[in-house]
């Protein structure tokens, strides 16, 4: 999938929500578990009732590798799933992946290739070379860890570092880094919504770049704060929300009612894109 | 497995040597693509031939993500292959993961649990809460990312880091950070071969920490040298070689050559460890 036509479906869905499908067999409802392959029919359930209400979905890849081989057929009929019968959602493979260059061309074939993900999230510890390997897939997207939105962030992320005439916290060196890189019109970032203040200092480094931007919800982000700060002229973001829609019940509504959850969400996006885009 | 019985073992075996499994299928000999597993046949020929030079395997999980289900099924029949009959050999999943706290849980259960393997090799970037779900299993390793052996290395891992009053590189912040986290006795990291003159500084952070070793042979690093500066009183390295070993011949006896490579190794370890070592 292009930028372009993500951001014609964000135009014409009103909406630039992801919804992040992590699940776990101990939260889902338990008429699903007496199923063949209840992860499916429950990803099945979650996709077929919120499709016309957000742009993506976002399976996180731990929760199906922690079943096994079964899990890994889950994620592939997930995947397979929405590609034919939704084609216009864009997909993310949360996998965090990196590692040197032929084994991170390796992931690469798995997500963009195999399991054909129009993105995957990827780590930037390791450089360059673990990176590009992913950014060579023509019209494949690849997500990089930025500034995230768990606590362990300020561990590292926002340590100075001080090797430029202008010392910054490492995540802006991060991004300011990865824009040099080969391709680098196919990075998007991970930029956690529980840290909405730094939104203004990235946009200065990556204006025009997708941010792909966990937390809201579950994790205590605001959306109306991360827009604020994170709208460019495209939109250029993408609110993931898990917990706070897939697990709205856990009953037979469970579908329903993820709806209710992901229709407030996209009404919220609808109003905050009428309130800044005249499209 | 306990720290003491990985030590047990290569004082017994005289060898610190580790096996990459890193299965391409355009590398390996013809005659196996015939077969129904081709993966595991390989590995399954290459760990017979190995077994007793080296004390560890490591599987790196690309090569098989990269195959899909099948992928995942090889892996599989693998680590399970090496815990039924080489049940005193260290397993690594090489699959540098990390991700926010219970997604990180579900990677440690992937891993240590459905797959059952010793360790696996996790990045550091998202911090403290991404790690220690990993740290929380008993017996169990968490081996992660310090300084790599990639020329990527340098783009982040060598930066300077100047919050503290003695600014300091980003892999060395990285290792001190990690020695405060809970259970961090169940810590090893990765360090590279390639960057040898960097052991001495590392040891000075972490003196008793068993330290993986990648990049010697076909990425150019020198056992010699990685363990004159590296070595500790339990000799606390893992060395790690993939393709030099399993690609040295690509015909019927694969096996057997990989064999010769991994007795050359082993017979510089046990040189190396009778001229350190009295045991």
């Not at 997500?111 to 390997?133: C, H, I, Q, R």
């Not at 994170?230 to 929300?241: E, M, Q, T, Y």
């Amino acid at each position: 999938m292009t930028t372009q036509q993500l951001i014609d479906q964000i135009k014409r869905k009103k909406s630039f929500l992801t919804i992040g499908l992590d699940v776990d067999l101990s939260k889902i409802p338990t008429h699903l578990l007496e199923l063949e392959d209840p992860i499916f029919e429950f990803n099945k359930g979650i996709i077929d009732a919120t499709y016309d209400l957000c742009v993506s979905y976002k399976p996180n890849t731990a929760f199906y590798e922690a079943y096994g081989i079964k899990g890994w057929i889950s994620l592939q009929k997930t995947i397979n799933y929405i590609n034919e019968k939704y084609p216009e959602l864009f997909t993310i493979a949360d996998a965090k992946r990196g590692d040197i260059g032929n084994t991170s061309s390796m992931y690469a074939k798995a997500f963009f290739e195999d399991l054909n993900f129009d993105s995957v999230t990827v780590a930037p510890y390791m450089g360059k070379d673990s990176v590009e390997p992913f950014l060579a897939f023509k019209n494949k997207h690849t997500i990089m860890l930025a500034l995230t939105s768990n606590e362990g962030a300020f561990d590292f992320q926002t340590l100075t570092v001080s090797d430029d005439s202008q010392p910054k916290e490492l995540y802006k060196k991060v991004l300011e880094v990865s824009k040099s890189w080969k391709n680098s019109e196919n990075l998007m970032y991970v930029v956690g919504a529980t840290k909405a203040e730094y939104f203004t200092e990235i946009r200065k480094i990556v204006p025009d770049s997708f941010l792909l931007v966990p937390g809201v919800g579950a994790q205590g982000g605001s959306l109306s704060e991360v827009c604020k700060y994170g709208l460019n002229k495209n939109v250029g973001l993408l609110i993931n929300s898990s917990r706070g829609i897939i697990y709205a019940s856990n009953g037979l509504d469970y579908a329903e009612k993820a709806r209710v959850e992901a229709l407030k969400m996209q009404q919220e996006m609808e109003d905050i894109l009428n309130s800044n885009f005249t499209f």
